[in-house]
């Protein structure tokens, strides 16, 4: 049995990999900045016949991401996978945002990223194994209007992927991504009517992915199956980026 760590994971995307790893026989700490949702979630999980626990938190908290693990390790044991997920979404013109909008941004997706890699990776690389995938978006890679700050932090999740890829690879310990396109959450849902339809007639399939194919994206690079996958970003995307 391998322990995972999925952050986010109260709904959307983080929900459905937590659902999907469990299912896959994955004991999975389930983080949360509310934990009551992810207490739902783990709660879905048990009457299913799964392992899980909630543990709730701030992942651009330092102190909060210690708490985090060390609740994840004293259940399930040593982390073998890792599954960064926690997102925070705002969305507004660049002209009208203001530093404390910047600044929660990259707290969340890249310092969280951060922190909870380095709370993980030493006990990894002693192990000579482990997993980390890292949730980016394809805003990350093409723009995406009033969402220059989201954008921008997803992309630096991106080459956060690529260069810890190179650094512990030959140590056993895989690094990859997935840059979804729009999915039908309720992050998505904060943003505008407008911004939803027109990014809708963009996608050559025509329609959001659901965060079930995401999740299944995410436990195939989990996988041994996976096992060539190094530092690389797979695209759920529904044809909005194409490499």
Do not use: C
């Not at 994955?26 to 299913?48: Q, S, W």
């Not at 000579?128 to 954008?151: K, P, R, T």
């Amino acid at each position: 049995m391998m322990a995972a760590i999925i952050t986010g994971a109260g709904s959307g995307i983080g929900r459905a990999i937590a659902m999907r790893l469990a299912a896959d026989g994955y004991a999975v700490t389930l983080n949360d900045l509310v934990e009551g949702r992810a207490a739902a979630v783990v709660a879905e999980i048990d009457a299913a016949g799964g392992q899980a626990n909630a543990v709730g938190g701030d992942v651009a908290l330092e102190s909060d991401v210690a708490a985090i693990v060390a609740t994840a390790e004293a259940a399930f044991g040593p982390t073998g996978l890792l599954v960064n997920n926690a997102g925070h979404a705002h969305q507004a013109p660049f002209e009208t945002l203001d530093v404390a909008d910047f600044d929660r941004m990259f707290a969340v997706h890249v310092r969280g990223n951060f922190l909870m890699t380095r709370a993980v990776i030493a006990g990894m690389l002693a192990r000579g194994s482990g997993v980390i995938v890292n949730v980016a978006s394809q805003l990350g890679q093409i723009g995406g209007i009033e969402l220059v700050h989201y954008s921008a932090a997803k992309a630096a999740i991106i080459g956060m992927t690529k260069s810890l890829a190179r650094e512990v690879s030959s140590r056993g310990v895989r690094v990859n991504a997935v840059a979804p396109g729009p999915i039908n959450t309720p992050l998505v849902a904060t943003l505008s009517e407008e911004w939803r339809i027109r990014k809708a007639a963009e996608l050559p399939l025509g329609r959001f992915g659901e965060p079930e194919e995401v999740a299944a994206a995410v436990a195939f690079l989990a996988s041994p199956a996976a096992s060539l996958f190094v530092g690389q970003t797979l695209g759920p995307n529904s044809g909005d980026v194409m490499l």
